[in-house]
């Protein structure tokens, strides 16, 4: 077997903003297996200041990787335990060699064109009248769950963002979920809650930073709104970690983007610990192109989480690659009669 990475540059159709600030750009790397006569691609993308696996030996650990690709899938992944990202493309790489089709992972009745699966439409942190501009294109696009990130402009502004939408539409028709990316000021952050739960919101994630542990607990235990952990979970590698981590916050959902947080086989673990102790739980993308996104998409269509999931990121870049993935009336679907396009990566 042969193995070699490729970097790549995603670039958004329009800046993109978040509490860490705006993104123009992302960079992610593919790894490509060759055996036999047959290819398989996998995806390792790190979102920069976010991704535990952001640090300067990554581009090393990936030329480790292709020179150690005999090792195997599973002792690989035990390998890469500090790299998620890469963990996630390892898992990736070796599903796609297996498949008949390279890019039919998991075949179900997603891939086959029979079901879809609800996502929420993100609405990107920005002025108060591009945030309103965004609100109104998701619901026009027919989208039930709208997420919105906030805590970047004036807090009175988002609110008024959510009296906006509450105005027209009540909690049954429209599902609105808000993510803080750790925005708020532990202090203020249960006086936030508190103002926030006035709009029937289905959740907040983050509302603080994350390794203040004792803080989200207390949060989690008294709060209005139900709270969503993300980036609490990054960096918490062994099982027993894991759950301690649950255990000792409680919180309502978690949320589980497999370039972050070990890959399928490291996110697999995060469930089973969280419905052990009856918390919900919903997956999301990490800004992944379509390649990774189709990856993540088919494998959580095969867990049955009938929540709204976080898969609706493939539309943000100028220079993604053409697939069967289609966003309509708010779900994505698996189009079989839509084709690949990838030869930027000269498969």
């Known amino acids: 077997m042969k193995a070699s990475y490729h970097k790549y540059i995603l670039d958004f159709k329009r800046p993109s903003g978040t509490s860490r600030g705006v993104l123009t750009q992302k960079e ?23 991704s535990i696996d952001d640090r300067a030996d990554y581009e090393e650990k990936l030329k480790w990787v292709c020179q150690n690709i005999h090792l195997g899938v599973d002792e690989l992944w035990e390998n890469l335990i500090e790299f998620p990202s890469i963990q996630f493309g390892i898992e990736v790489a070796f599903l796609s060699l297996e498949s008949e089709n390279p890019f039919e992972l998991f075949p179900s009745e997603f891939t086959s064109g029979q079901k879809n699966m609800e996502i929420n439409g ?80 289905h959740s907040i994630e983050q509302p603080i930073a994350k390794s203040h542990t004792d803080r989200m607990a207390e949060l989690c235990k008294i709060t209005p709104l139900p709270i969503a952990l993300d980036e609490e979970l990054i960096g918490v590698f062994l099982l027993e970690e894991k759950r301690q981590l649950l255990e000792k916050i409680k919180p309502q959902f978690i949320i589980l983007k497999p370039s972050l947080v070990g890959g399928l086989r490291g996110t697999k673990e995060w469930i089973d610990v969280a419905e052990s102790l009856q918390i919900d739980w919903w997956i999301t993308s990490a800004l992944e192109s379509n390649i990774g996104l189709n990856a993540i998409a088919q494998w959580t269509f095969t867990l049955q989480n009938p929540m709204p999931q976080g898969l609706g990121t493939g539309g943000l870049y100028t220079n993604n690659f053409d697939c069967p993935l289609e966003v309509v009336n708010g779900k994505l679907n698996y189009n079989p009669s839509l084709n690949w396009d990838v030869n930027q990566l000269n498969l």
């Open 28 to 50: 992610t790397w593919f790894i490509i297996l060759e055996k036999d006569g047959k290819k398989g691609i996998g995806e390792c993308g790190i979102l920069r200041t976010l």
């Open 122 to 201: 993100l609405v990107w942190m920005g002025e108060e009248s591009f945030m309103k501009a965004q609100i109104e294109e998701k619901l026009a696009q027919g989208f039930r769950c709208i997420k919105l990130k906030i805590g970047a402009i004036d807090f009175e502004k988002e609110l008024g963002l959510l009296r906006y939408i509450r105005q027209h539409f009540d909690e049954k028709t429209i599902e609105i979920r808000v993510d803080a990316n750790g925005a708020f000021d532990s202090n203020e952050a249960l006086d936030k809650l508190n103002q926030l739960s006035g709009f029937k919101l």
